[in-house]
Nanobody, 122 residues
């Protein structure tokens, strides 16, 4: 398995979680986090360009979520603060070898982790 996502769990509204995504070492340009709630399409959450650290966020997570990376550990993180019940979803990390210039669809990413479930109770 190339990507391993972890850190999900059951929390209450207002709580925080930090997701981690470890890549096994294939070269890529950026790491993205996506989420998919039951009955909904997969949606973009955040992305970070690996070399220069430029970050992009979906509008509804700006100010609450922070994406970061640790190149020495080949790990990307998604710090999620102020969680809301509508954040409940399976969260996936993915990598792309293509340059990114902003929030983008999942079809730009070609390597995916298995997903980690985040459940936020009200």
């Amino acid at each position: 398995v190339q990507l391993q996502a972890s850190g999900g769990g059951l929390v209450q509204a207002g709580d925080s979680l930090r997701l981690s995504c470890v890549d096994s070492g294939r070269a890529f340009y950026a790491v993205g986090w996506f989420r998919q709630a039951p009955g909904r399409e997969r949606e973009f959450v955040a992305a970070i360009a690996w070399r220069n650290g430029i970050k992009y966020y979906a509008e509804d997570v700006k100010g609450r979520f922070t994406i970061s990376r640790d190149p020495a550990k080949n790990t990307a993180y998604l710090q999620m603060n102020g969680l809301k019940p509508e954040d409940t979803a399976v969260y996936y990390c993915a990598t792309t070898p293509q340059r990114i210039f902003g929030p983008s669809g999942s079809d730009l990413y070609d390597s995916w982790g298995q997903g980690t479930l985040v459940t936020v109770s009200s």
